[in-house]
């Protein structure tokens, strides 16, 4: 399912940070605009991570699950 695939809060995930052809490990931190009672698509949510040292706002289809 595709919840099984999603990058939850406090996990590692893959993100895209610059649509370079390679990806990073970061840690999500939050998800904006995700609603577990008003379900959204995941291209709308906007999730928070931090790799590299740094914190990202990454549109939900640049982020996966490790």
């Not at 993100?15 to 990073?24: M, R």
């Not at 970061?26 to 009672?37: E, T």
Request: hydrophobic share 35%.
């Amino acid at each position: 399912s595709i919840w099984e695939k999603t990058a939850r809060i406090g996990d590692l995930c893959w993100c895209d940070l610059n649509c370079s052809s390679s990806s990073h490990i970061g840690i999500v931190l939050d998800i904006i605009n995700f609603d577990y009672w008003n379900p959204t698509r995941k291209h709308e949510w906007v999730y928070s991570v931090w790799s590299n040292g740094r914190f990202y706002l990454l549109s939900g289809n640049k982020v996966d699950k490790v």
